[in-house]
């Protein structure tokens, strides 16, 4: 029986995706007490830590794999040919032909990212919850809510606003460009008043939500300990993490857990798709061999992207497109199977 209600599987679940914020917490701040989180090296033109190095490699990564739901998954590419065929090189061309493009871009990206990622705790709580016989409906918009306030309020009010802002920089150099690049500086001035915004709206929605489940609950909705721990965990990570940045290890601590999760998730749904792309079969040895190719092709990519992409602005290009066909498509691909969340 709990078989049934865990993704991955009992002992997984956990570690992989229910507890994975917290854990990602305990790395990131343990590591920020060692060399590979604390002394910079240089390496291939950069500089930073042997933690940034593995995380940005770790980000590209996660963000390639959602080929694998898309384009290696027969079901989901023939309901939408031209979004997968056609609108990656069309974003391609613009990316190459157009610096204003490239800056628009980087800044959809870097909040898209935002939201993208307060998404994927709320459809994995949406997972748990079909899994316990729950009305796919029931706390939906609760559950939505929560996790927008979780992962976005932290982030507008708290330490890490300063570096989603950073991207605006993009415009830097573009004739005309004066109201973007005036945007970070006039967010940061207001931020305390963002900050009072996001606790008068998020102290009484978290009571209304508490409140609601509770009606929920007598009315036969069964609770599920996994999305509840899931969702206290991203939160704790979350407000420590994006709210007070503590060793300057945020970007580490978020993303790591965001793109383990990931990991899991697309392995658990497309693993038949995998295979197939890999020539391999069912067995044992081969869902082995699968996931060490599925993991090691994306980090080739991911080391790839990372290391290029700063230095060559085609491969910049490719990184990007990459991550905006992430975010849209990993979107869509949930409502097209939206029975499983």
Request: glycine content about 10%.
């Amino acid at each position: 029986m709990s078989a049934r209600r865990d993704i991955l599987g009992p002992r997984l679940d956990w570690p992989l995706i229910i507890l994975a914020p917290a854990g990602a917490l305990l790395v990131g701040l343990a590591l920020a007490q060692t060399p590979l989180g604390a002394a910079p090296i240089s390496a291939f033109g950069a500089r930073g830590t042997p933690a940034d190095g593995f995380i940005g490699a770790f980000i590209m990564a996660h963000l390639v794999i959602v080929f694998f739901r898309s384009h290696a998954n027969p079901e989901i590419f023939r309901q939408y040919p031209f979004r997968f065929k056609w609108v990656p090189v069309l974003l391609f061309a613009a990316l190459l032909s157009s610096l204003w493009v490239r800056a628009a871009v980087t800044v959809l990206a870097t909040w898209w990212d935002v939201y993208h990622s307060s998404l994927q705790t709320f459809g994995i709580g949406r997972i748990y919850d079909a899994k316990e016989g729950n009305d796919p409906e029931a706390g939906r918009s609760l559950d939505l809510g929560l996790n927008l306030f979780l992962y976005i309020g932290p982030i507008l009010g708290g330490a890490s606003f300063l570096y989603h802002l950073g991207s605006f920089h993009e415009f830097t150099g573009l004739a005309g460009s004066a109201f973007f690049k005036a945007i970070p500086g006039a967010a940061m001035e207001r931020q305390a008043w963002i900050l009072r915004g996001v606790l008068l709206t998020g102290i009484p929605f978290i009571a209304w939500y508490w409140a609601a489940y509770r009606r929920l609950a007598r009315a036969g909705y069964r609770i599920s300990r996994r999305k509840l721990w899931l969702f206290i965990s991203t939160a704790a990570c979350s407000i420590w993490a994006w709210g007070w940045n503590p060793f300057g290890m945020a970007l580490f601590i978020m993303n790591f857990f965001h793109a383990l999760q990931y990991f899991a998730v697309v392995w658990a749904y497309e693993e038949r798709s995998i295979l197939r792309v890999f020539g391999l079969r069912n067995g044992r040895s081969e869902r082995a061999l699968g996931l060490f190719v599925f993991v090691g092709t994306a980090f080739l990519y991911g080391c790839f992207g990372s290391i290029a992409g700063d230095r060559n602005d085609v491969v910049l290009c490719l990184t990007l497109v990459v991550s905006i066909m992430h975010f849209w498509y990993d979107g869509f691909i949930w409502s097209v199977r939206r029975a499983q969340v």
